[in-house]
């Protein structure tokens, strides 16, 4: 039961977010430890190399246990899996502290791959329960605020064991057992929040409402049978294949520019302090976060799977400026910007991929998306090796990895090349007007004919914004062939109409409607120049009316004096200031409905709402 009807009002969401923190924040502070502890002691090639190995540790986990811990989260409840997992990781973090204190490097290398081990059995399960503890209305602001928090535990795992390590170090040390018998107590951190995150996995509500009846058999996962079955099931909805594999090249180009990026720091620019190093990838965090909040912002309505093409191309560009940055403070705004765009990619295909995803086989797809998201972090991480091995500089990598982004940019764009449209258009808008949509509940499903007022160029951008189905517009032929926006109004399925050929557009109209589709249009042919409603004409009427669907009436309040409609009033307002904009939609009418009926159905909601 909700306290309200928010996010945050859902029950158990802050005990999940914690606990989401602490998972990320322990699996990341052994991590940095070790890796700090290679920096110190290493450089050039052999430092690639290890930092590429204790990445590769904790990728092998995520493709051993595919079909397991896929099972393991369609089979049982995905909040005990998640409370086991969580005392699972006390004894390990205990192991851990024990070989910081006795010197045993390699021991605590090697258990980076038992924690890792004990992640990839957490994995589908924590993701998982985004959906059966939020609903599909929170789908994306979910994944959003799992994001926010994941990057958080991150960015703050990063920078609080940096500097721990850094404050303890000194100077005083000799060889890598002599660094981790100093930084030993930092093992008891991992500790209690292991414990804590334990305490708080065991209060998290179960919403399991089916699950799997499927037996595990090791023989058959032995002999990669499982591998094969759980394939088949991930490649039968083709946009969740093609949205995991856009987002295991996500996750390989991140991997492969962290895993360089030390060494490049260090030998280009001359700096050996881990607290700068850390700093400066940590910023991507911040981004990260930034862009998850502002990707759910944007799919308040629906998932706005369009953001995510538009953070692969600014992703790639920001790779390309890497290897061309000559100071701290240059990488520092890049990789925030990196951090931005990631959240835009990040949120609305993980968010689809959930949405997409049966229930029953919910655990067994998330699997399958971290299985396959490590095959290539992994594949990435050996070629890292081979280049390093070979003595390739870090600055060539990079650019290998911008080219891999072309690619992944070129995927997402052929998949959501209308969506990516309509998500720029909302970006831009967005900078200037801030939006409200009143009675949004009352466009159905199925066959509507949108007719509204026409107060501004923007006015079909606006309507469009929160609706996830395309709206077939009729727009002027001159405005359809534009050369620019040709290609995207035809690809969004807009309808052209001239004054010689409007009987063939309202046919058109017609049988999209017949199809089920949105047609909009604007009864006053025109926009208006002096914000009250002119005549309806009743070329809409021509449309028959045999199409099972109905009219939606709507009024968009707030636009009408800005820049971008006909009434340039004397006093403007602030450039700085945000328009408010309203759009009201009426409850459904029957298609006969005739122009001054439609009309007064407008007015009327004009009267009523009209800021004045």
């Known amino acids: 039961m909700q306290k309200k009807d928010t996010l945050f009002g859902i029950v158990g969401l802050i005990n999940y977010l914690i606990v989401i923190f602490l998972n990320a924040f322990t699996d990341l502070g052994h991590k940095i430890i070790i890796q700090n502890t290679i920096f110190k002691v290493y450089d050039g090639d052999t430092l690639i190399v290890l930092t590429a190995i204790i990445n590769a540790l904790i990728l092998l986990p995520f493709i051993l246990m595919f079909s397991p811990s896929g099972f393991l989260a369609d089979r049982f409840p995905k909040n005990k899996i998640m409370e086991y ?15 910081y204190y006795h010197g045993h490097f390699y021991v605590a290398f090697g258990m980076t791959f038992v924690l890792a081990f004990q992640s990839a059995i957490y994995g589908p399960a924590k993701y998982g329960y985004i959906k059966e503890l939020v609903g599909i209305k929170f789908i994306s602001a979910g994944n959003g605020a799992i994001q926010a928090v994941t990057t958080v535990a991150i960015l703050g795992g990063i920078l609080f064991y940096t500097v721990l390590f850094e404050g303890m170090l000194g100077n005083g040390f000799e060889s890598k057992e002599d660094i981790l018998k ?8 991992l500790v209690i929040s292991s414990v804590l995150e334990w305490f708080l996995a065991s209060k998290l509500p179960n919403k399991m409402i089916v699950r799997s009846e499927k037996s595990f058999k090791l023989r058959r996962y032995l002999i990669g049978a499982y591998l094969h079955k759980n394939m088949k099931i991930i490649k039968r909805k083709k946009e969740i294949f093609e949205a995991i594999i856009a987002l295991s090249l996500f996750w390989s180009i991140s991997q492969v520019v962290l895993a360089v990026f030390g060494e ?35 799919s308040k309505y629906f998932i706005n799977t369009g953001l995510s093409a538009i953070g692969a191309i600014g992703l790639t560009i920001v790779v390309f400026l890497v290897p061309t940055s000559t100071s701290l403070g240059q990488l520092a705004v890049i990789f925030m910007l990196f951090g931005i765009f990631s959240g835009f990619l990040m949120v609305p295909l993980n968010a689809q991929i959930q949405f997409l995803s049966p229930r029953v086989h919910l655990g067994t797809i ?20 081979i280049f390093a091995y070979h003595s390739i500089s870090g600055g060539i990598l990079i650019y290998a990895m911008a080219i891999v982004g072309v690619l992944l940019s070129f995927l997402l764009l052929k998949r959501y090349q209308v969506l990516s449209f309509w998500a720029v258009m909302e970006l831009f808008s967005s900078f200037r007007h801030s939006y409200t949509y009143v009675g949004l509940q009352n466009v159905p499903e199925g066959a509507v004919l949108l007719l509204g007022n026409h107060v501004s160029w923007l006015d079909w951008i606006i309507v469009q914004l929160p609706l996830a189905r395309r709206i077939n517009f009729l727009m002027d032929k001159d405005i359809y062939n534009w050369k620019f926006f040709h290609a995207f109004f035809k690809k969004g399925e807009a309808i052209p109409v001239s004054p010689k050929a409007s009987k063939d557009a309202f046919k058109e109209a017609h049988k999209r409607l017949l199809n089920g589709k949105i047609v909009g249009m604007y009864p ?32 968009i309040d ?13 006093k403007k307002k602030s450039f700085f200031k945000r328009r408010q904009i309203t759009v009201y939609f009426s409850e459904p009418i029957p298609n006969n409905t005739k122009a001054d009926e439609l009309k007064n159905i407008i007015q009327e909601l004009k009267d009523k709402y009209e800021t004045k």
């Open 85 to 99: 997992s969580s005392i699972f990781a006390i004894f390990i973090t205990l192991g851990i502290t024990y070989s």
């Open 182 to 189: 100093v930084v030993a107590p930092l093992g008891w951190l």
């Open 264 to 298: 490049y720091a260090k030998s280009k620019l001359g700096v050996t302090n881990t607290i700068f190093v850390q700093g400066v990838m940590a910023l991507a965090g911040i981004g990260i976060v930034i862009g998850s909040i502002m990707a759910a912002k944007f």
């Open 366 to 385: 998330l699997a399958g998306n971290n299985f396959i998201q490590n095959i290539f972090m992994f594949s990435f991480l050996v070629l890292t090796t």
């Open 524 to 555: 006053e042919g025109g926009i208006s120049t002096d914000g009250e409603l002119g005549k309806f004409y009743k070329g809409y009427e021509i449309i028959p009316t045999d199409y099972n669907g109905v009219i939606v009436p709507y009024f």
């Open 558 to 570: 707030g636009v009408f004096g800005s820049s971008f409609s006909k009434y340039k009033p004397k």
